[in-house]
């Protein structure tokens, strides 16, 4: 009943000393830590190499997986079949995503791109700022960690909007759903924040038809996946006016690339996918938890579910 782990991100000393903690009797190994193959039956992954889980791991029962989005493992066409994929649910992972969701939307609000231009200058130009509630941000996916950001922004004042594959009730959030939805809820969003998961259907949802609903001069902060959008369309809506600035967590290709135009650009903001990372302190407990489930004969809590992609 071992449980094999597999990151190049997030840190393995870490993760066992945390399992060991909070599943003492589920023996952990690294990937290349040699043991038998055979006694695995739980996978805690990020970006696993294709093909491997399924070659290796005769007896695997759930795959869990490190980060939020399971996109990273349906990538894998030979997944072992018919077993749970587990989304990573946990509190601190949420945390840092309003951290970063907070920070940037706050950013843009504050004009402090603007503000750092004219301090470089060494220019001295006084105006008056808005306050939040003159500011309508919305939040594309409405899921665990797109309404913990609402709820952040809702305490910090903001006017806020939401939208999301099914209907959402969320008090204070004017909320659309639906391909049908979307420009409604676009017309008024000046900092348009995107959570998504990236599946069939969200691939490329960013992209010029969208960013021309928004009001001229908007905001956007992708913390979802690259593959939600289209970079061309980003380059050219931020040199149009259109967008006035776009800050990226994510990218279609990872690392992003040396030449590509994102890291030079004046009104780019450029992170290394880090807005949101389950810490082993907190998140080892929520897949203890869930395998003492499994051990019950229950099923596994946060199961992703493959028919809509995440
Ligand atoms: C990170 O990208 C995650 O899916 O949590």
């Given at each position: 009943?071992?449980?094999?782990?597999?990151?190049?991100?997030?840190?393995?000393?870490?993760?066992?000393?945390?399992?060991?903690?909070?599943?003492?009797?589920?023996?952990?190994?690294?990937?290349?830590?040699?043991?038998?193959?055979?006694?695995?039956?739980?996978?805690?992954?990020?970006?696993?190499?294709?093909?491997?889980?399924?070659?290796?791991?005769?007896?695997?029962?759930?795959?869990?997986?490190?980060?939020?989005?399971?996109?990273?493992?349906?990538?894998?066409?030979?997944?072992?079949?018919?077993?749970?994929?587990?989304?990573?649910?946990?509190?601190?992972?949420?945390?840092?995503?309003?951290?970063?969701?907070?920070?940037?939307?706050?950013?843009?609000?504050?004009?402090?791109?603007?503000?750092?231009?004219?301090?470089?200058?060494?220019?001295?130009?006084?105006?008056?700022?808005?306050?939040?509630?003159?500011?309508?941000?919305?939040?594309?996916?409405?899921?665990?960690?797109?309404?913990?950001?609402?709820?952040?922004?809702?305490?910090?004042?903001?006017?806020?909007?939401?939208?999301?594959?099914?209907?959402?009730?969320?008090?204070?959030?004017?909320?659309?759903?639906?391909?049908?939805?979307?420009?409604?809820?676009?017309?008024?969003?000046?900092?348009?924040?995107?959570?998504?998961?990236?599946?069939?259907?969200?691939?490329?949802?960013?992209?010029?038809?969208?960013?021309?609903?928004?009001?001229?001069?908007?905001?956007?902060?992708?913390?979802?996946?690259?593959?939600?959008?289209?970079?061309?369309?980003?380059l050219a809506a931020l040199d149009s006016g259109q967008l006035a600035g776009a800050?990226?967590?994510?990218?279609?290709?990872?690392?992003?690339?040396?030449?590509?135009?994102?890291?030079?650009?004046?009104?780019?903001?450029?992170?290394?996918?880090?807005?949101?990372?389950?810490?082993?302190?907190?998140?080892?407990?929520?897949?203890?938890?869930?395998?003492?489930?499994?051990?019950?004969?229950?099923?596994?809590?946060?199961?992703?579910?493959?028919?809509?992609?995440?």
């Amino acid at each position: 009943m071992t449980l094999i782990f597999k990151s190049n991100v997030d840190s393995w000393p870490a993760w066992r000393t945390a399992l060991e903690d909070a599943a003492p009797d589920v023996p952990c190994r690294n990937w290349d830590d040699p043991g038998d193959d055979a006694a695995v039956e739980y996978a805690l992954v990020w970006k696993p190499p294709v093909g491997e889980l399924r070659r290796r791991f005769p007896n695997l029962k759930t795959i869990f997986s490190l980060g939020a989005g399971v996109d990273h493992l349906l990538v894998d066409p030979d997944l072992p079949a018919g077993i749970p994929i587990v989304r990573m649910v946990e509190p601190e992972l949420t945390r840092g995503m309003v951290e970063y969701v907070a920070l940037h939307v706050l950013r843009y609000h504050r004009e402090t791109p603007l503000l750092e231009d004219q301090q470089r200058r060494r220019e001295w130009r006084e105006m008056a700022t808005p306050t939040a509630p003159k500011r309508r941000v919305g939040i594309m996916g409405l899921g665990v960690i797109g309404q913990d950001c609402l709820r952040v922004l809702s305490a910090l004042g903001f006017a806020l909007s939401g939208w999301s594959r099914t209907a959402k009730d969320i008090s204070g959030v004017t909320c659309h759903h639906g391909r049908d939805g979307l420009a409604n809820f676009l017309t008024e969003v000046e900092i348009l924040v995107c959570v998504l998961p990236y599946t069939a259907a969200t691939e490329n949802i960013l992209n010029r038809d969208l960013f021309a609903q928004l009001p001229r001069g908007a905001y956007l902060i992708n913390v979802g996946r690259g593959g939600l959008q289209d970079e061309d369309d980003i380059l050219a809506a931020l040199d149009s006016g259109q967008l006035a600035g776009a800050t990226l967590d994510v990218f279609r290709q990872e690392p992003l690339p040396e030449d590509h135009a994102f890291w030079a650009h004046p009104n780019v903001t450029v992170t290394p996918h880090n807005a949101g990372t389950a810490q082993p302190w907190s998140a080892a407990g929520a897949v203890a938890a869930n395998i003492e489930r499994i051990r019950r004969g229950d099923a596994p809590l946060n199961i992703a579910d493959l028919s809509e992609g995440y």
